[in-house]
C-alpha cells in the first residue's frame, strides 16, 4: 500500500499479511505511518496504490461501512461514545438498522460475559471509567462477529491492571480464530502478547519478524534503528531546599467535563525531577493549570513558590517567581497556530526576557530570542518566521521547551514531555530536562507515558480522579505499583517508612 | 469531472489579499446578471455605480464623506474581530454616540466658541463606550453572548432617539417635524476644500487607521488581540486576562463608533435627525471583513463600501433603480468574500486523485 500526503510519503509499498487467529502487531514510532496504513485498511483513507486481499479476494474498502460489511472492525484511541446515553443505547445507535433495545441488552451481556469484558447495558457511560468505556467500543465491534479486529493504541488510556484484562480477552477471541492486528508503540506488550509483527519506521517497512524470536531491544533497534541511545538512570540526585510546594490545595470544578482537585500535597526541590503518571483525564490539566498560575487557587498558602505564598498569582508574576510550565496541547495551549515563531517566543518570553518596553514590543530582541531557541534545540524549520502549526510535533515541542529552558527558570512543570515526539526528539528534551535539574531547578512532568516516567523522575506518584497519590522514591517503585497508584489504590505496606524517607 | 478541494499544507498568504479581489469581481458579475433581469443596460449601470461618482472632484470628496465612518468604524471593529468579540452593534453606538454630541451642540445652540467641537466629540466617544460598556458587562459577568446583546441595543438606541427626536431635542420653530435645531456654525466640522462636503472627520479617519495599525502590530495590547483571537488558551496561557480584551475591545469599538455617530451629525447633516445613518455600523462589518481585519485594508474596504452608497444614489436618480440595489451589492461583496476565503485554506484541484487504486 502507498499513501502520500503532501509533502511526505507516509506510506511507501508497505506489505502487511495477518491469518486467522494472530495477533499482528504493527509497530512503529509516532509518525512511522501505523496510523496511516489501519485508516487505509478501515476505508477512512483512500490508498494511491496498492491492493487489498480479504479472505484471498480482492476488495475495494472505501468506506468503513464497507469495511465493517467484510468483517473488519475497528477500536479507536479515541472513542466516539455519547455520555448521556446508556451502553445499549450507544451500541445501538452504532448499528445499521433499528434494533431491539432489551434483546440487544441480552447481546450485550452474553458476548461480555463470554470475553470476560464485564459491563453493565444499562449503565450510562459518564458513570463509567476509561477502560469501561474502552469495553463498549470492543463490544460493538464483537457483536458484529468480525473477521479481523484492528486496535489502535488500546492500552495508551488504561492502568497496567486493566492491560492485563484486555490481554486476556484478546488472547480469547485469537483462540476463536479472529485475526487481531494490535497497533503499538510499547514493546513489552507487543512481547507479551502478538505473535507476529510488522514494523514501520518512517514509512517504510523495516521488516517483519516472530515475536518469540525477538528481544525487545532487538525490536527497539528495528523500530528506531540507530538513533537510540541508553538512558543513564537512578542516579542519586543531589537535591537541595524545597522550591515548589502545594499543601491542601482544592479546586472546585471550572465545568462539567473537568476535574475538581482535591487536597493535593507535593513538593519538589531544588535539583530534583518528580513524575506524576495518571491515565488521560484524571486531573492533569486541572492540576497544571493550577501550579502555573492559570487558574488561582482559592488560598494563596496552598501554593508556595520559595517560601512564598504564590496561589493567588496570575501566570506572569508566577514566571517573575520563575515557575515555567510547559502545556500538554502544543497548538492553541502552548502555542499559537497560526502566528510566527517570534511571536510565539514572546508569548511566554516577554517578562522573563525583557521584550516589552511601555507596553511596545521590542521586535528585535523578540527575533534574536527566537532564533537562539531555534538553534539552541536544533529545531527544524526554514526560519523564525514560519507559523507554528508548520512545524511537526516533535519539533514544535523542542521549540515550546526550548522556549522555557531559555528564561532559565527555577521551576519547570512539564505535561507529556514527548507526547507523538519522535525518539530522537524526546532524547534531546530528556537530556535537557535532566541538564536543568543538575543545574539546581525544581522539575515537576506529568505524563501518562509510564516508561518515560519510570526512566526519568526521582520520585514518583500518581493522580487519579483528581487525588494525588503520596510521592515515592521511584527506586523502590515498579510499574505495577505505580498501576495501583493510578487506579486509585493507596499502597498499603511500607508506606510509612517510604514516606518518612522522602 | 467536477472541481475538488484540496486542504492546502499552510494558508496562503497571497489568497488571503486576492479573496477580496475575487470577491469584488464576482459581485461585479453577479451584477451585470441582476441589471439584466432588471432590464437594465448593465453597462449604463456599472458605469453609474461605479465610475460616475468618482468622476468629479465634488463626488471624490462625497466618496471621503461616505467613507469616513465606515473606515472608521471598520478599523475599531477588526480590533474587536481580531479578538474573537463579536460587536455586531455598532450601528447603535454610533447612534448613541451621535445623539450625546449633537446634545452638546444643541445646548450651545446660541452660542459660538472653539470648545464645542471637542466636547461634541468628547460627548460622542462617551456616549459610544456607555452603549458599548452595556454589552462588555452582560458578555464579562453573566456571559451574554454579545452578538445578540449589541445587536439588540442597536435597535433599542434607534428608538432612543426616535423618542428624543419627537419630544424634547425638536426644534420649537420647526412645524412639529420630527428635526432638531440647525447646529451653530462653531458645532460644525470645518470643511477642506470650498466647495465639498469633505471635512476634518475624513482627516480623523486616517489619523485612527494609523493608530489601529500600530497598536495590532507594534503594541503588546495589539498581540493579546490576536492571541486572544486565534487562540484562548494559549492567551491564558500567556496570562492574559480574556475579561480585560472583551472590555478593552467593546470600549474601543463603543467609542470610535460614537466618534463616527458625532461626525456625522456634526458633519454633513448639521442636525439631528430620528435617523442619523443608512446602516454605516452594519455595513462597517462588511468594511471589516473585505480589509482583512487590518487597519490599512478597512481605509480601502471603507471606500469600496463608499463607493456603493454613492453609486446607489446615481443609479436612482438616472436609472430609477430602486436604492435597495446597494443593499444588494453589500450582500454579495460580503457573500463572494466569505466563499471566496475558502481558497485560502483549501486549492481548487480537477480531475481524479492522480494515483488511483490499482486494478488488476
Known amino acids: 500500500m502507498t499513501k502520500a500526503f503532501p509533502g511526505v510519503l507516509a506510506n511507501d509499498s508497505i506489505d502487511l499479511k495477518i491469518r486467522p487467529g494472530e495477533i499482528h502487531a504493527l509497530l512503529g514510532e509516532n509518525g512511522a505511518g501505523k496510523s496511516t496504513l489501519v485508516k487505509m485498511i478501515y476505508g477512512i483513507l483512500k490508498p494511491d496504490a496498492g491492493t487489498i486481499l480479504f479472505n484471498g479476494r480482492q476488495v475495494e474498502i472505501e468506506s468503513p461501512a464497507r469495511a465493517r460489511e467484510l468483517g473488519i472492525a475497528m477500536v479507536f484511541q479515541h472513542f466516539s461514545l455519547f455520555d448521556s446515553l446508556s451502553v445499549v443505547e450507544n451500541i445501538s445507535l452504532g448499528m445499521n438498522k433499528v434494533v431491539d433495545l432489551q434483546k440487544l441488552a441480552n447481546e450485550i451481556t452474553e458476548v461480555s460475559k463470554r470475553y470476560g469484558l464485564p459491563l453493565d447495558p444499562k449503565r450510562h457511560v459518564y458513570t463509567l471509567s476509561v477502560g469501561e468505556r474502552q469495553r463498549i467500543e470492543i463490544v460493538r465491534c464483537l457483536l458484529q462477529e468480525p473477521r479481523l479486529l484492528v486496535m489502535d493504541e488500546p492500552t495508551s488510556v488504561l492502568t497496567p491492571q486493566e492491560v492485563k484484562k484486555l490481554f486476556l480477552t484478546l488472547n480469547r477471541l485469537a483462540e476463536e480464530g479472529l485475526g487481531i492486528l494490535y497497533i503499538s508503540h510499547k514493546l513489552d506488550e507487543i512481547k507479551e502478547l502478538c505473535h507476529q509483527a510488522t514494523i514501520l519506521r518512517l514509512g517504510k517497512r523495516i521488516g517483519i519478524v516472530d515475536v518469540d524470536d525477538e528481544s525487545t531491544s532487538s525490536l527497539a533497534n528495528m523500530m528506531m534503528g540507530d538513533e537510540l541511545e541508553k538512558n543513564d538512570r537512578h542516579h542519586t540526585p543531589v537535591t537541595g531546599a524545597i522550591r515548589l510546594q502545594v499543601n491542601r490545595l482544592n479546586m472546585p470544578a471550572k465545568d462539567s467535563t473537568s476535574i475538581s482537585l482535591s487536597n493535593i500535597n507535593l513538593d519538589v526541590r531544588a535539583g530534583e525531577i518528580v513524575g506524576i503518571a495518571g491515565v488521560a483525564g484524571n486531573g492533569q490539566d486541572e492540576l497544571l493549570k493550577a501550579l502555573n498560575g492559570e487558574r488561582c487557587a482559592p488560598e494563596a498558602a496552598s501554593i508556595i513558590i520559595d517560601n512564598q505564598p504564590a496561589g493567588k498569582l496570575g501566570p506572569n508574576p508566577r514566571r517573575r517567581a520563575g515557575l515555567a510550565s510547559v502545556p500538554e496541547k502544543r497548538l492553541g495551549h502552548g502555542a499559537i497556530p497560526d502566528m510566527d515563531l517570534v511571536d510565539n517566543a514572546f508569548m511566554t518570553g516577554f517578562y522573563r526576557m525583557g521584550l516589552l518596553a511601555k507596553g511596545i514590543i521590542n521586535y528585535p530582541k523578540t527575533r534574536i530570542f527566537a532564533q537562539k531557541v531555534i538553534t539552541d534545540f536544533s529545531v527544524k524549520t526554514s526560519g523564525s518566521s514560519v507559523p507554528a502549526e508548520s512545524l511537526s510535533g516533535g519539533n514544535l515541542q523542542k521549540f515550546i521547551i526550548g522556549r522555557e529552558l531559555s528564561q532559565h527558570p527555577e521551576i519547570l512543570i512539564v505535561s507529556q514531555p514527548t507526547w507523538g515526539v519522535d525518539a530522537g526528539a524526546a532524547q534531546t528534551i530528556h537530556r535537557s530536562l535532566r541538564q536543568l535539574a543538575t543545574q539546581g531547578a525544581a522539575i515537576l512532568v506529568i505524563s501518562q507515558d509510564l516508561d518515560e516516567l519510570m526512566a526519568m523522575s526521582d520520585r514518583i506518584g500518581a493522580i487519579c480522579g483528581g487525588r494525588l497519590s503520596p510521592l515515592y522514591p521511584t527506586a523502590k517503585m515498579t510499574v505495577e505499583k505505580v498501576g495501583l497508584l493510578m487506579a486509585g489504590v493507596a499502597l498499603e505496606e511500607g508506606a510509612a517508612d517510604v514516606a518518612s524517607v522522602s | ?360
Open chain 2, 1 to 360: 469531472m467536477w472541481p475538488r478541494l484540496v486542504k492546502r499544507q499552510i494558508p496562503s498568504r497571497l489568497m488571503v489579499y486576492l479573496s477580496p479581489v475575487f470577491a469584488l469581481l464576482l459581485s461585479l458579475l453577479a451584477g451585470v446578471v441582476l441589471f439584466i433581469i432588471m432590464r437594465v443596460s448593465p453597462l449604463a449601470a456599472l458605469h453609474a455605480f461605479f465610475i460616475e461618482p468618482l468622476s468629479s472632484i465634488y463626488g471624490l470628496a462625497e466618496l471621503g464623506v461616505k467613507a469616513t465612518p465606515l473606515i472608521l468604524i471598520g478599523v475599531a471593529l477588526s480590533l474587536g474581530f481580531k479578538a474573537g468579540v463579536w460587536n455586531i452593534g455598532a450601528e447603535g453606538q454610533l447612534t448613541i454616540g451621535g445623539l450625546c454630541g449633537g446634545m452638546v451642540a444643541l445646548y450651545f445652540y446660541d452660542q459660538e466658541g472653539f470648545y464645542i467641537i471637542p466636547l461634541m466629540l468628547l460627548a460622542g466617544v462617551l456616549g459610544g463606550i456607555v452603549w458599548a460598556a452595556i454589552v462588555a458587562f452582560l458578555r464579562v459577568r453573566f456571559n451574554a453572548n454579545e452578538i445578540l446583546t449589541s445587536l439588540m441595543l442597536s435597535y433599542v438606541a434607534g428608538l432612543l432617539l426616535n423618542v428624543l427626536m419627537h419630544g424634547p431635542l425638536r426644534d420649537p420653530d420647526g412645524f412639529n417635524f420630527p428635526e432638531s435645531r440647525q447646529f451653530s456654525d462653531s458645532a460644525l466640522l470645518p470643511t477642506l476644500f470650498d466647495g465639498t462636503r469633505l471635512h476634518i472627520g475624513f482627516l480623523i479617519a486616517l489619523l485612527v487607521v494609523a493608530l489601529g495599525w500600530i497598536i495590532l502590530s507594534k503594541t503588546l495590547m495589539g498581540y493579546q488581540i490576536k492571541v486572544a483571537g486565534s487562540a484562548p488558551a494559549a492567551a491564558e496561557h500567556a496570562g492574559f486576562s480574556t475579561s480585560k480584551i472583551v472590555w478593552t475591545t467593546l470600549l474601543l469599538g463603543g467609542g470610535i463608533a460614537g466618534l463616527a455617530g458625532t461626525i456625522e451629525v456634526a458633519g454633513p447633516i448639521g442636525q439631528l435627525l430620528p435617523n442619523i445613518s443608512p446602516g454605516y455600523g452594519f455595513t462597517a462589518i462588511i468594511v471589516a471583513y473585505v480589509g482583512r481585519l487590518h487597519p490599512l485594508g478597512a481605509l480601502f474596504a471603507g471606500l469600496l463600501l463608499a463607493l456603493t452608497y454613492l453609486g446607489g444614489e446615481t443609479a436612482q436618480i438616472q436609472l430609477n433603480l430602486p436604492v435597495a440595489v446597494t443593499g444588494v451589492f453589500q450582500g454579495l461583496l460580503l457573500f463572494f468574500l466569505l466563499a471566496s476565503d475558502v481558497l485560502i485554506h483549501y486549492r481548487i484541484r480537477f480531475g481524479k486523485p492522480e494515483l488511483a487504486v490499482e486494478k488488476s
